[in-house]
């Protein structure tokens, strides 16, 4: 197990709902980034925050959005769902930004957009 | 454009056989290469880190090559037993100053029969 907690583990949406999934890192990882997996492709990058802040940002629209907190867990929120929103999204942790060091993995969150 | 790839067909070897995986990365210069592990509706574990400066590295019965002339990364699990059955993904660590992501390949999986 990594130490990376995302929760909930399944979640079920109607198109144009809104949804938060959540992640806790590993203890004394300040990075958390989050990754859009769909069936049969790799992680997709979305976002990163690093203390607090947004770090870094992939080819997803505004419609995604995420927040960092003082203990460093994080949230992914997605509005207006869609179809193609249908994913496994998945929350990595790290030490730190801008260096290559592994990524530690949550279970990850599958969502299903109906 | 950028692009990482992996072989997108499954590889089927028999236990106690080398297993040999392939990614190939096009309009990149990446300085370090990560590979994972990922289990069906499993988060990705790392398993290896190279450095463009590190032609090969091991880990027990891992061996990862790194080959920025070919643009070419190789994977191989040697005396492969049916518990290293998954899909193994490349990524590449792009980044600079402390902003930093991982772009990931499709990813291969292998089945490995007894």
């Known amino acids: 197990e990594t130490g990376v907690t995302q929760s909930p583990t399944h979640l079920i949406k109607t198109r144009g709902q809104q949804v938060t999934l959540r992640c806790s890192s590993q203890?004394?990882?300040?990075?958390v980034s989050w990754y859009q997996q769909a069936l049969g492709q790799g992680p997709q990058f979305i976002f990163q925050?690093?203390?607090?802040?947004?770090?870094g940002r992939g080819n997803f629209p505004p419609r995604f959005s995420g927040l960092q907190f003082p203990n460093y867990s994080s949230e992914l929120n997605v509005n207006a769902l869609e179809l193609d929103d249908s994913a496994l999204y998945l929350c990595?942790?790290?030490?730190?930004?801008?260096?290559?060091?592994?990524?530690?993995f949550g279970q990850g969150t599958r969502l299903t957009v109906v | 454009s950028q692009k990482i790839e992996q072989n997108s067909e499954a590889l089927n070897i028999q236990e106690g056989k080398t297993a040999t995986l392939t990614c190939n990365y096009t309009n990149y210069s990446p300085a370090y290469l990560q590979w994972y592990r990922q289990d069906p509706g499993r988060g990705p574990v790392f398993l290896l880190l190279i450095r463009e400066n590190e032609k090969e590295k091991r880990k027990e019965r891992l061996k990862v090559t790194f080959d920025t002339t070919l643009k070419q990364s190789l994977f191989h699990i040697t005396a492969s037993q049916p518990a290293d059955s998954a899909t193994y993904l490349c990524a590449l660590f792009h980044g600079s100053g402390n902003t930093g992501k991982l772009i990931f390949g499709q990813g291969t999986t292998l089945q490995v029969k007894p």
């Open positions: 990595a942790s790290s030490p730190t930004s801008g260096r290559p060091t592994e990524a530690f």
């Open positions: 203890s004394g990882h300040n990075t």
């Open positions: 925050y690093y203390r607090e802040e947004e770090n």
